[in-house]
């Protein structure tokens, strides 16, 4: 696509439940990143991927964040069990390849854990 | 890990006058990327800078980039009611490790006043 599409743009959750957070990258980049920003904060990594493969997983909070990259295209964070410090607004972004130019952002999913 | 530090964290100027928000990284780095973001809005690519002692000019705005590859800097001249927004910087780790991902500094917010 021309440029990068998450979905959905708001998601309002329970205490306790999963959610599913999706990235669809620009066509042809294969580099795809994962960012948390919190109420007038930075940026805060969480994990980035080279086509399918995740070599940096550091950022995930704990083990109720995972992310998966099919096809070399569309990305899905998950979270699972989700809790009232996991509001914040998670952004994709995505850029030819790893380490090469800069980040095309999509416009974020806005969580909010009630 | 890297850190990556910007100075001031806000900044009131009036209409015309300059701006300047200072970067600092921990360790040093292959490149450093400049990014804006308007208010309610996501990141949005400004320019990347690779070489030790860069300048690089876009309109208004001047960016430069360290002899030692470890801080840069934004200029803008005469600023305008457009500028407003948030400046960060992202650091791409160098010869001491970082990975391929880049590390956003903690960001300027500016706000121009008529």
């Known amino acids: 696509g021309a440029g990068v599409s998450q979905s959905p743009s708001n998601k309002v959750t329970e205490k306790g439940k999963d959610v599913e957070l999706r990235c669809d990258p620009i066509s042809g980049h294969t580099a795809l990143y994962w960012y948390r920003q919190s109420l007038g904060q930075g940026l805060e990594f969480l994990i980035y991927?080279?086509?399918?493969?995740?070599?940096?997983k550091s950022g995930l909070p704990s083990d109720r964040f995972s992310a998966e990259r099919t096809g070399g295209s569309v990305s899905t964070l998950t979270i699972q069990r989700t809790q009232q410090e996991d509001s914040a607004v998670y952004l994709c972004?995505?850029?030819?390849?790893?380490?090469?130019?800069?980040?095309?952002f999509g416009s974020g999913t806005r969580l909010t854990v009630v | 890990g890297q850190q990556v530090m910007q100075i001031p964290q806000y900044q009131h100027v009036q209409e015309g006058e300059d701006f300047t928000t200072y970067c600092n990284s921990s360790t040093t780095l292959s490149n450093i990327q400049w990014y804006k973001q308007r208010p309610g809005g996501h990141p949005v690519f400004l320019i990347q800078?690779?070489?030790?002692?860069e300048v690089k000019k876009q309109k208004r705005l001047t960016f430069q980039f360290g002899e030692a590859k470890k801080n840069s800097s934004l200029h803008i001249t005469a600023t305008q009611t457009t500028d407003v927004g948030t400046y960060f910087c992202a650091g791409l780790g160098g010869l001491t490790g970082g990975g391929n991902k880049l590390t956003f500094g903690t960001g300027t917010q500016l706000k121009v006043e008529l």
């Open positions: 991927f080279q086509g399918n493969s995740a070599p940096d």
């Open positions: 972004a995505s850029s030819l390849a790893a380490a090469v130019g800069g980040y095309t």
């Open positions: 800078l690779v070489k030790s002692g």
